[in-house]
């Protein structure tokens, strides 16, 4: 069954660091999109940056204003891995992290789309 698998998430104090990895399985993850979205307390969800695929998409990488220069993400189609590399992390990035796969969605930093979804890892930074 395809899936996309989580995982990375932890407490930390403000300014350090978390690499998440999103593991996916059951389908052609070098032809997929992947986005990585969070949803804060009593927030909505929050597309955060998305990596389309270079062969079925444009390959392009897309953040969103609230992390870009902070988070970086990155793809690995042999270990059919997504990370998502958060830096300087502060108090108000806590919640729960997902990454989710779709194919030729990402042309611009949206949910909408995506067919495969992950259950969450969750991040506090807290002192």
């Known amino acids: 069954q395809a899936q996309v698998v989580e995982s990375g998430g932890g407490n930390v104090q403000p300014g350090e660091s978390l690499r998440l990895s999103c593991v996916a399985s059951g389908f052609n993850f070098d032809l997929f999109d992947i986005c990585w979205y969070r949803q804060l307390p009593g927030k909505e969800r929050e597309p955060i940056s998305a990596?389309?695929?270079?062969?079925?998409?444009?390959?392009?990488?897309r953040y969103a204003d609230s992390v870009k220069g902070r988070f970086t993400i990155s793809r690995d189609n042999a270990k059919n891995t997504a990370y998502l590399q958060m830096d300087s992390l502060n108090p108000e990035d806590t919640g729960i992290y997902y990454c989710a796969a779709g194919k030729g969605v990402a042309w611009t930093l949206s949910l909408r789309g995506y067919e495969y979804w992950g259950r969450g890892t969750q991040v506090i930074v807290a002192s």
């Open positions: 990596f389309a695929s270079s062969s079925y998409n444009d390959g392009r990488i």
